[in-house]
């Protein structure tokens, strides 16, 4: 249950930034035995991969710190995202231990289509709340959210591995603003339109 807890921690951690969680997971795979990397997953801990995947964050974390360039960093990561997420719970044997079940060693599989399918959620959430953050604040408030969401992920991810039952309560906040911030979109995308029929003057 733990094993699953942090494989879920780690894969929202991704919806929100894809490369922190990679890279949490493969440094303390290295200096710690917090971490375990499963059979075929030994490449997340290799110096010259951490490298690149670092290279990447700082990347990732300017770009996304741009009004307008953070949409389509945001787009790109559609398919980055995701995928990280599916590493992230795979990688800490989570698809293994689930329950013990053996269903789960026997597929893993699913351990990496539910990490994807919880980074993507993750973050089609955050791709559809930027634009509204940048509209709403004239570009001032995306740099905030940004680095919110990054702090965000490190958080989480560390939380997953050390803490794992707090994921549970982070999850159930998460899902608590995730509906706030999903009114809030439709409440923006209605004035719009209202707007473009109405047009002043």
Do not use: C
Not at 9 to 30: E, Q, R
């Amino acid at each position: 249950m733990l094993a699953a807890l942090t494989g879920l921690g780690l894969s929202t951690a991704a919806g929100l930034n894809a490369y922190i969680p990679l890279l949490v997971v493969g440094v303390l795979a290295n200096f710690t035995d917090a971490v375990k990397l499963p059979d075929g997953y030994a490449w997340l801990s290799n110096w010259g991969v951490l490298a690149v995947i670092a290279v990447l964050l700082v990347a990732e974390v300017v770009l996304d710190k741009v009004p307008v360039v953070d949409s389509v960093n945001d787009a790109v990561q559609t398919a980055v995202r995701p995928v990280s997420g599916g590493v992230v719970f795979s990688a800490t044997s989570a698809a293994a231990e689930l329950d013990h079940s053996t269903w789960m060693t026997e597929n893993p599989w699913a351990g990496w289509l539910i990490g994807i399918v919880l980074a993507a959620a993750v973050h089609a959430l955050k791709s559809a709340a930027r634009p509204v953050v940048n509209a709403g604040t004239a570009g001032v408030g995306g740099p905030v959210v940004s680095t919110v969401e990054d702090a965000g992920s490190l958080g989480l991810s560390l939380i997953a591995v050390f803490l794992p039952l707090l994921v549970l309560v982070v999850l159930l906040a998460g899902a608590l603003l995730a509906w706030m911030t999903l009114r809030r979109v439709r409440r923006h995308r209605a004035a719009r339109r209202a707007r473009s029929a109405h047009p002043p003057g």
